[in-house]
């Protein structure tokens, strides 16, 4: 899923399909236009992610 916030913040969650229920949360200040989000590594784990 992805959107924006007051039409300026981006956002992008990752939802795997056997999620375990867990959540990381992942950014870079507010200063990246691109997906760095380090929190990505945790996707394999049935995680759920954003960044």
């Known amino acids: 899923m992805t959107g ?5 913040i981006g956002f ?3 939802l795997p399909a ?9 950014g870079a200040g507010g200063f990246v236009n ?3 989000n380090q929190a990505l ?7 759920l992610t954003d960044g």
């Open 34 to 36: 691109v997906d760095a």
């Open 41 to 47: 590594q945790f996707f394999g784990e049935r995680i």
């Open 12 to 14: 992008k969650v990752s």
């Open 18 to 26: 056997a999620w375990n229920g867990r959540f990381v949360m992942g």
């Open 4 to 8: 924006l916030v007051g039409g300026k």
